[in-house]
């Protein structure tokens, strides 16, 4: 949980930067002498953390990959769902442990190796995304890791040193985009996600009722959102652009329309077609190699 894990954040950031975390510290020996000592914490590690703010700290939020929970009605049935069915005694509790002990173990048999991405000269990130030098280690990194779940799968091959290495392949490098795809749209959003839903469940509210514009008060009644919410994510809309308002607030007849319901499925095309073209990029140069 991150609302508890305050106090080791800038530990984990110099972690994921260096690799490696070395403190010096002073201990007494058993004959009551003090002696200075180094500990010495080496990298990488995995770290996941949740949180249910809207906004974390920039500094750790551009180190990680954002991932943000389902929050449709239809996740909500499903999940309500299989609580109904595990209260009913209808959920295989063998089946699920046996998933999760296959995985670990795919992971046990993993062997540190060296991976080499020779596609990396042409990867290049959206123009879009929002500070760019970390996203793009995050996706080079990633690319790699899935790289490193197919080692088995790859040919070991061996440098100038003699040391084994495995190369990346086109497939993960479009493994990496399908995963990452929404992390990328987020990433290039400069709403939070909480507000791009609220605004993209407005389009779909506006298009169902054939309306060009609506109050506060209607969303509220259709949606049930508290208040507090309510006001802020359309603050931030208007603050940005996204809506506009007409009329008189003290009268209550103050209502608010998008002024383009197009954007964000431009933003996706157009990553969607980056990504694309960097694909075709990458298997023409390994169909030359060939």
């Given at each position: 949980d991150l609302d508890g894990a305050e106090s080791s954040m800038y530990p984990l950031r110099e972690l994921q930067s260096k690799r490696r975390i070395s403190k010096t510290v002073t201990l007494k020996d058993?004959?009551?002498?003090?002696k200075t000592i180094t500990?010495?914490?080496?990298?990488?590690?995995?770290?996941?953390?949740?949180?249910?703010?809207?906004?974390i700290y920039e500094d750790n939020a551009n180190r990680c990959l954002l991932l943000y929970i389902d929050g449709s009605?239809?996740?909500d049935r499903r999940i309500m769902d299989y609580q109904a069915r595990m209260s009913a005694g209808a959920v295989d509790r063998q089946q699920e442990q046996a998933v999760k002990h296959l995985l670990q173990n795919?992971?046990?048999?993993?062997?540190?190796?060296?991976?080499?991405?020779?596609?990396?000269?042409?990867i290049?990130?959206?123009?879009?995304?929002?500070?760019?030098?970390?996203?793009?280690?995050?996706?080079?990194?990633?690319?790699?890791?899935?790289?490193?779940?197919?080692?088995?799968?790859?040919e070991v091959k061996r440098d100038g040193q003699n040391q084994p290495y495995i190369e990346t392949t086109p497939e993960d490098i479009e493994?990496?985009?399908?995963?990452?795809?929404?992390?990328?749209?987020?990433?290039s959003d400069e709403l939070t996600k909480a507000t791009r839903g609220f605004l993209e469940l407005l389009k779909t509210i506006l298009q169902e009722q054939q309306k060009a514009s609506f109050t506060a008060r209607e969303i509220r009644e259709q949606l049930r959102i508290n208040p507090n919410n309510l006001k802020r994510y359309l603050v931030e809309l208007e603050r940005y652009g996204y809506?506009?308002?007409?009329?008189?607030?003290?009268?209550?007849?103050?209502?608010?329309?998008?002024?383009?319901v197009q954007e964000y499925e431009q933003l996706k095309t157009s990553i969607d077609q980056h990504l694309a073209d960097i694909l075709a990029t990458i298997r023409n140069t390994r169909a030359v190699v060939q």
């Amino acid at each position: 949980d991150l609302d508890g894990a305050e106090s080791s954040m800038y530990p984990l950031r110099e972690l994921q930067s260096k690799r490696r975390i070395s403190k010096t510290v002073t201990l007494k020996d058993s004959k009551g002498n003090l002696k200075t000592i180094t500990l010495t914490v080496e990298g990488p590690v995995s770290v996941s953390g949740c949180t249910t703010r809207e906004k974390i700290y920039e500094d750790n939020a551009n180190r990680c990959l954002l991932l943000y929970i389902d929050g449709s009605k239809e996740q909500d049935r499903r999940i309500m769902d299989y609580q109904a069915r595990m209260s009913a005694g209808a959920v295989d509790r063998q089946q699920e442990q046996a998933v999760k002990h296959l995985l670990q173990n795919m992971q046990r048999i993993l062997k540190p190796i060296t991976v080499i991405n020779p596609y990396a000269g042409h990867i290049r990130l959206p123009e879009q995304v929002f500070k760019p030098r970390r996203t793009m280690t995050l996706l080079l990194s990633f690319i790699e890791a899935i790289t490193m779940l197919h080692q088995y799968q790859r040919e070991v091959k061996r440098d100038g040193q003699n040391q084994p290495y495995i190369e990346t392949t086109p497939e993960d490098i479009e493994a990496a985009f399908a995963l990452l795809k929404d992390a990328l749209f987020a990433k290039s959003d400069e709403l939070t996600k909480a507000t791009r839903g609220f605004l993209e469940l407005l389009k779909t509210i506006l298009q169902e009722q054939q309306k060009a514009s609506f109050t506060a008060r209607e969303i509220r009644e259709q949606l049930r959102i508290n208040p507090n919410n309510l006001k802020r994510y359309l603050v931030e809309l208007e603050r940005y652009g996204y809506i506009k308002g007409s009329g008189n607030r003290y009268r209550g007849n103050y209502e608010y329309s998008i002024t383009n319901v197009q954007e964000y499925e431009q933003l996706k095309t157009s990553i969607d077609q980056h990504l694309a073209d960097i694909l075709a990029t990458i298997r023409n140069t390994r169909a030359v190699v060939q």
